[in-house]
């Protein structure tokens, strides 16, 4: 390219290409996209491997490692674009927008160099080790430890809850690496290969049967001091930057995502139309008005994402209000499973050849979006004390040594897969 | 940043300072003890300010700041919504957007002019004794006569309705939906004020018996009457929203600050994560209220065909909410939220009022889901 080439030429460009390489979305058939799927990773990587190869991927990471290094605009103009077509949209979150961009902010070189560019390329995807068995909410709280001795680090501990690190290359793991110092001051971010010895993996079944989850346990991983990302002992501040570019992420406001659709299309009309005469209710007020309410309420939340993320933008909004917009999506899941439940009555308890059981497995799993991510409680301390400011809440651990801190036992068992 | 929003920026802190000089709560109560609606010298400022003038093209009278007559109008309303503003801007912009939109407004002229001026208030004429909001279905009716019309029936809990010169009334022709727009003093009708919970709104009822109008009195025709009811629908009920949206900014501030300023047992309440967590379940209900009023707002403005289904998704979630919402607020102020002489009360009638004016939300609730289920996925 000799001048800069404009927002529309670009566009007009990745149309001709997206029409001739990538596959188009048909209407009746939704794309892989489960997150448990192996089959869903490898495609994606395809994909990714396709957008790459034809100079679309990584529009706004610097070109230096694999990406355009163009602005905000391209991007967007781009996500315009490719709205007809499949995308890999499983590598925005946490591939791109997560992992990779704060180690645009904090990684070095050589990581920035190796990591961002295989990503981009789709040949490394990456996930976020963060919490751990035994801790809950308080993640700086974790007991995972790396300990130097004259040959590097050595990790021992158990994460859990990361999605997808089945699927996944690398992952940035948070360890203490000084317990004689307030727990937010003895942490370390390293970037750990998950398929490596002294790693072993275990997919978390889950009570709707999905298993997109991880449990990893690290008995003795050795890693040298290239794996440390940022400084040690500043590791807390490195999950500050994970933090932000998640908040950004759900708030739609990450320059590297890449494609806008929805993940998951659990959101189609026709659900609960025909859920209601599945159900026999379809011309029963009581139903029309629960379903409407679901209605409405979707699109409450698609101008609650767009209101909040766009005040996150000018500043109107502080960061942490990306809580706002992750506690919203509790509420509309538990009115979607909550009224589902109620339309299919006693269809979604005993199962018959309407098939509504699966209405009441859905429900058993209901409170997974109000825990994944950090619990609703958690959204809600975030909320109060920095969206409006309200005094914090008490903490027995704040300025004493980790040491020293109740917490509870390492989870040293393994539990074994039935 | 933009000429045309500075501009806005502008106008809307004149109608603060404006509301917080000449519509205080204390104003707000002095009307109500008296026994009195609007100052009619007030509603001639307010016009002045260009309130009225929003939805109407300059050609006519009209004019707006950025661009969007209805974003401003309803930045406006937010702005009234803090402090409860009394006055017809509500049936007004209501009845205008009704005449300005209507293939005969050239006729109408006049009567745009006078409205936008101040100098003649409107009021719409829509809903019917013991029925629910059903625009389209009047049972009025408008029979044929030799000099027009004959109109016949009753209209209830019309806002302004005693104070208005003008009605504009939606009645059943035989060739289908007409609407009229009569003087208030028209022989045969007869007004009947009407008690309602908010302090200075004014609601009445209006019999028409053999109430005749001609031709020239006509707003539209009745290819079109559909369509501009349904226009004023959505305008009267984003503007109920986008006050609510300020009512509801108010109150929460307003309890935000007690909470930090009230202590209990040696500790602010707000150092309390039982009220911590409500504050922030509260303050995300009233950023949704926000979004989905500047969605429905957008919808409306931009004229999308789909903007009737957005205005019930706004009218439905903020009466499900903005209730609740301001009742928990009164809850955290303690008894004191329960007296008359706190402001709490104001607030809480407005948003009650509006509640259940211009469909409930389960009336909104069963409307999308037969507006999406006949329209099928959208995309």
Redesign the interface.
Known sequence: MTAVESVDAFAARARAWLADNMPRLEPDAPSRAGRGDEGAWLRARELQQRLYAGGFAGICFPREYGGLGLDVSYQKAFDVEAAGYEMPLILNVPTFTICCASLLDVGTEDQKRQHISAALRGEEVLVQLLSEPGGGSDLAGLITRADRDDQGWIINGAKTWSTSAFAADYGLLLARTDPTVPKHDGLTMFLTPIHAPGVTLRRIEQVDGSDEFCEEFFDGLRLDDSAVVGEVNKGWEVAGRLLFHERRAVGRGSEFASGRGHERSEDSYADYFTLAEDSGVAEDPLAQDAIGRVLARRMVRDCLVEHVASAMRDGTLPPAAGSIIRLFHSDVTFLQVDTAMEIAGPLGVVDDERGLLKVGERYLSRQTVALGGGSDEMARNVIAERVLGLPREYAADRGVPFNQVRHNEARNERRQPP | MTESSTETELFVATARAFLDRHATLSQHRALHSENRSVDPAWWKQVAELGWTGLLVPEDLGGGNISGSGLHDLAAIAEQIGHTVAPGPLHPVSTVLAGLVDADNRAEHAETIRALVSGNAVAAWAVDEPGRTFDPHQPTLTATAAPEGYRLDGVKDRVEAGAQADLLLVTARAEDGLRQFLIPSDAPGLSVQPQRCIDLVKRYARIEFDAVTVDESSAIGHSANASALIDRQCQVAIVLQCAEAVGILETVLTMT?DW??DRYSFGR?L??Y?AI??R???M??WL??C???T??AVDRVAARATDAT??V???K??LG?HAGPIVQDCIQLHGGIGVTWEHDLHLFLRRITLYRNLFGT??E???????S??SS???A
């Open positions: 935000v909470t930090r602010p707000a150092s994560q911590k967590h504050l922030a379940d303050t995300m950023h949704a926000r979004g989905i500047a969605g289904v957005w019930s998704a706004a439905s979630y499900e939300p389960s909104h609730h069963r409307a999308i889901y037969r999406a289920r099928g996925p959208a």
